[in-house]
Every structure is written in C-alpha cells, then in structure tokens.
C-alpha cells in the first residue's frame, strides 16, 4: 500500500493539509505501507520557501514520518515538481503523437471574450476545443516561428461517459460531453497540477489517491488521461470538505504558539471526517494506526470546532506529567510577566494551580492576571454586586483585620483563619467567600479561595482591601 501527501509551499501549513497529511499515512500504515511525500511547486512566483521549510518541522512535530520524499529521495527520483520538468515534456508530448493532446494558440484574450459572452448568455462555460484538429505540421510551424501556445488533453469523445469507484462516493458516472479538454502544459512551459500531480501519482506506484472532494469532478479527465498513455489507473479516495476554518484557526503555527499540543491537534484533527464507530474519543498516534479504517471515512462535510479543540487540549494538559508541564507551561507566563523576582516554589504552585483551568498555554497569562496585577480595577458588575447585600460590607472589613493579624502565611494557616471567620460572621459559603473573591480579584470565578490568598500575599491583599473598604 502506497499513498502520498502533496503540498504547495504557496500558502502556510493548515489544519486542512494536517488532516489530509493524516489520512494519507494512516491509510499507509493501516496495512503496513509506505507514505509519500511530494512538493508542488511547479509555479515558482508562488513558492515560498519558508513554508516548505515549515512542512518538515511540522510533519516531525507530529511523528508523520515519510517513507520517501524530498531529503528522503529513492533510485535518484525526485519528489519536488520543478525538478521534474522533462519527464512532464516527454509524456506530454507522448500524448501529442498518440493524439489525445493538441497544441491550442487560443490567446487570453479570445478565451476571457468566450467565457463573457457564455456568462451574458447565462451558460456554463466551456472550451470550444478551436485547434483540436489543427494540422500538426501548421501547429509546429507556428511554433517554430515564436507564437505562444499551450498543451490541451483531447477528450476522446464527447459520445459515452466515464465511470470509476470512489472509496468514499461510491460510482461516480460523467458523460464525456460535460468533460473539458483542459490545459496539461501553460504557455509558460510549466505543467498545470492536473498533469504534474496525476502523472507522478502513477509514475510512483500509488495505490490510493486520496485528495480533497473538490477534485472529484474532475477525476474523469484523470482517468481518461491515464488510459491514453496505458497507465495503471491508482483508487481514489476523495476527502470531505472541512467547514468553519479561518485565517487564525487554521493556521497550525498559530494554534501551536498558543499553546495548543501537537497531540491534542492530532487527536481533534482525525476525527475532521472519520469516525471510530466505537464511543472512544482519545487515541495516540499508534492507537490511530490500529484502528484507522478508510471505510469509516465519511462523506457529510468536517466541521471545524475552536472549542471541541479546546476540550481535547485541556485533556491533555490535565493528563501531562508535571515537570514536564511546568516547562512547558512557563514560557506563556514569562512572555507577558517579569518571573525573576519570584520564588521558584511560589512559581510552581502558581502554575500547577492553574493546570486544570487552562484549556491552552496562553490562556495562562489572562487567568493569572489577578495574580500579578498591583491593583485591580473593578468593573460595573463587580461593584454592584459588592453593593447587593448588607452584610457585604463588614464581611470585608472583618476579612482585612484577620489578615493583619495572620503571621503564618500557608494555605493552612490561612484555611483556619477563614473557616474561624466564617463562623464569626455566621453567613453561608456563598455571602461569606464570594465577596472576599471579587474584592480581591474582581471576578467570582478562580482558583480555590485560599489558594489564591496564598498566591496574593499578604501585603497585595491588604492594599486591595484599602481600595475596595
């Protein structure tokens, strides 16, 4: 079993490609196979090399390892397209001389005034195949003499259709009336993707195509196009679209300098259109491998949910060792907080406080705010509640003048000291605790009330107080 990933180093490395990377391999590696690596970037004013600079560190960050690729390279083949230049001309114009390919000279022009006049005419647009049956010699005669042309497929008929299995739609059936002879090779020389990505798929032995749906219209031609150069024709498999992405959500570089795990990613990420059949919803990258089941592909588009993201990272940090989450965690504090002037253990405690409320590592900075404020500013909602009950008011100042009195700073000590209090002012958790909580940290959410005492210390409690009493 082979498969293969391709990507265009045109844009960043997406959650999209992460999910179609991830079904390439999984579908390999099902049934023990081999997985492809393979670089578009025939169109260089496009290419960008910090992105394909990215795509290996990104496929290493999250254990796709590739079997042959670029940096991985078989028999001297090459897996990057702008290296592969005169394997596309040679089967181009193999096609050529077998006649299911034609020189066109139609100019952008006549082709933009076409698709005008179909658009006015409220139909579909369609090539008029205007130099299919040009005469060869005149057609390299006109080459010869420097006019610009490009390399059009020719449908074998626009009589009959075409016919493949699509591993998640099922048969797919296309009369040839409706296929487009397209374009293999641009006037710049330069192969178009359905020529370059088709061809090497079977000149490198793919067993399964597996891209997105979007493709799978044109997937005829593909097969067409292979049956004219007596190629073996590859299965395809045709992904569901992923809805509910945007410029921030998609972007893998982002997620991760949030502080979102690779793991966690992963996870999400395979179940953006698959199912396990089973009510199981974590699986390491091994698990996945056991069970991945292209059958279970589905059909009904993906959709990308920031907060199922979410839920499935703060599982993972919830589950991380603690040293190992101590280091990871404490360079999201540092980058917005002075940490040096701080007690490691105080640190430490901080930081392992927060680890059941982040649901990512950034998060850290904004839950912790309170922490390292000087002063907080109360807003309106705050301070009406702090106004709501009578008893408010001196809850507070009792609560001011016991930690004055406090010499003993432990979560203990200050533990004792409230549940004192609280019965001295024989109130219910809720009237007693929460006052004091929004007081000092202007929220009625947060870490356990003592804990965030302890955080606080002593004398930022008591300048709080000043403000609020």
Same mark, same amino acid.
């Given at each position: 079993?082979?498969?293969?990933?391709?990507?265009?180093?045109?844009?960043?490395?997406?959650?999209?490609?992460?999910?179609?990377?991830?079904?390439?391999?999984?579908?390999?590696?099902?049934?023990?196979?081999?997985?492809?690596?393979?670089?578009?970037?025939?169109?260089?004013?496009?290419?960008?090399?910090?992105?394909?600079?990215?795509?290996?560190?990104?496929?290493?960050?999250?254990?796709?390892?590739?079997?042959?690729?670029?940096?991985?390279?078989?028999?001297?083949?090459?897996?990057?397209?702008?290296?592969?230049?005169?394997?596309?001309?040679?089967?181009?114009?193999?096609?050529?001389?077998?006649?299911?390919?034609?020189?066109?000279?139609?100019?952008?022009?006549?082709?933009?005034?076409?698709?005008?006049?179909? *658009?006015?005419?409220?139909?579909?647009?369609?090539?008029?195949?205007?130099?299919?049956?040009?005469?060869?010699?005149?057609?390299?005669?006109?080459?010869?003499?420097?006019?610009?042309?490009?390399?059009?497929?020719?449908?074998?008929?626009?009589?009959?259709? *075409?016919?493949?299995?699509?591993?998640?739609?099922?048969?797919?059936?296309?009369?040839?009336?409706?296929?487009?002879?397209?374009?293999?090779?641009?006037?710049?020389?330069?192969?178009?993707?359905?020529?370059?990505?088709?061809?090497?798929?079977?000149?490198?032995?793919?067993?399964?195509? *597996?891209?997105?749906?979007?493709?799978?219209?044109?997937?005829?031609?593909?097969?067409?196009?292979?049956?004219?150069?007596?190629?073996?024709?590859?299965?395809?498999?045709?992904?569901?679209?992923?809805?509910?992405?945007?410029?921030?959500?998609?972007?893998?570089?982002?997620?991760?300098?949030?502080?979102?795990?690779?793991?966690?990613?992963?996870?999400?990420?395979?179940?953006?259109?698959?199912?396990?059949?089973?009510?199981?919803?974590?699986?390491?990258?091994?698990?996945?491998?056991?069970?991945?089941?292209?059958?279970?592909?589905?059909?009904?588009?993906?959709?990308?949910?920031?907060?199922?993201?979410?839920?499935?990272?703060?599982?993972?940090?919830?589950?991380?060792?603690? *040293?190992?989450?101590?280091?990871?965690?404490?360079?999201?504090?540092?980058?917005?907080?002075?940490?040096?002037?701080?007690?490691?253990?105080?640190?430490?405690?901080?930081?392992?406080?927060?680890?059941?409320?982040?649901?990512?590592?950034?998060?850290?900075?904004?839950?912790?705010?309170?922490?390292?404020?000087?002063?907080?500013?109360?807003?309106?909602?705050?301070?009406?509640?702090?106004?709501?009950?009578?008893?408010?008011?001196?809850?507070?100042?009792?609560?001011? &003048?016991?930690?004055?009195?406090?010499?003993?700073?432990?979560?203990?000590?200050?533990?004792?000291?409230?549940?004192?209090?609280?019965?001295?002012?024989?109130?219910?958790?809720?009237?007693?605790?929460?006052?004091?909580?929004?007081?000092?940290?202007?929220?009625?959410?947060?870490?356990?009330?003592?804990?965030?005492?302890?955080?606080?210390?002593?004398?930022?409690?008591?300048?709080?107080? &000043?403000?609020?009493?």
């Amino acid at each position: 079993m082979r498969t293969r990933f391709n990507y265009n180093p045109k844009k960043p490395f997406d959650i999209s490609d992460l999910r179609d990377a991830l079904y390439a391999y999984l579908i390999a590696k099902h049934e023990g196979g081999e997985f492809i690596l393979r670089i578009e970037d025939c169109n260089q004013e496009d290419y960008d090399f910090s992105n394909e600079n990215n795509l290996y560190k990104v496929l290493d960050l999250f254990h796709l390892s590739y079997d042959e690729g670029p940096k991985k390279e078989k028999d001297e083949t090459s897996y990057i397209q702008s290296e592969r230049g005169e394997i596309y001309k040679k089967y181009a114009d193999k096609l050529i001389n077998k006649g299911a390919a034609y020189y066109c000279f139609c100019s952008k022009e006549d082709l933009n005034r076409e698709r005008l006049e179909a *658009t006015e005419a409220k139909r579909t647009y369609q090539y008029n195949k205007a130099h299919r049956n040009f005469p060869k010699d005149e057609a390299k005669r006109k080459i010869e003499l420097g006019e610009k042309y490009v390399i059009r497929q020719a449908i074998p008929t626009n009589e009959g259709q *075409t016919s493949f299995h699509d591993l998640v739609y099922g048969d797919i059936i296309t009369p040839n009336a409706s296929l487009e002879d397209q374009i293999l090779i641009k006037s710049d020389g330069i192969p178009t993707y359905n020529f370059a990505s088709v061809l090497d798929d079977s000149l490198m032995n793919i067993d399964i195509v *597996t891209r997105n749906n979007a493709f799978l219209s044109s997937t005829p031609k593909y097969i067409q196009f292979y049956e004219s150069l007596n190629l073996p024709v590859p299965d395809f498999l045709h992904l569901p679209s992923i809805i509910g992405l945007n410029d921030k959500a998609d972007t893998l570089t982002d997620l991760l300098e949030q502080g979102f795990l690779p793991e966690a990613i992963l996870n999400y990420v395979a179940f953006l259109g698959w199912s396990p059949k089973t009510n199981q919803e974590f699986f390491t990258l091994q698990e996945l491998i056991s069970i991945f089941d292209k059958k279970n592909i589905i059909k009904r588009p993906a959709h990308f949910d920031i907060q199922k993201l979410k839920w499935y990272n703060h599982h993972y940090i919830l589950n991380m060792d603690n *040293t190992k989450y101590l280091k990871w965690i404490r360079p999201f504090l540092e980058k917005f907080y002075n940490l040096e002037i701080y007690n490691e253990n105080w640190l430490d405690k901080l930081l392992l406080a927060y680890k059941n409320k982040l649901s990512f590592a950034s998060e850290i900075a904004l839950l912790a705010h309170p922490i390292f404020t000087d002063l907080i500013e109360l807003n309106e909602e705050a301070i009406t509640y702090l106004k709501s009950e009578k008893s408010i008011p001196n809850t507070l100042l009792q609560f001011k &003048e016991a930690i004055k009195k406090c010499n003993n700073w432990s979560e203990e000590s200050l533990k004792t000291m409230l549940d004192s209090l609280k019965k001295q002012c024989n109130l219910s958790d809720n009237l007693f605790y929460m006052p004091i909580r929004v007081a000092l940290t202007g929220t009625k959410k947060g870490l356990d009330i003592y804990v965030t005492l302890y955080l606080l210390g002593k004398e930022k409690i008591l300048n709080r107080m &000043e403000e609020i009493i």
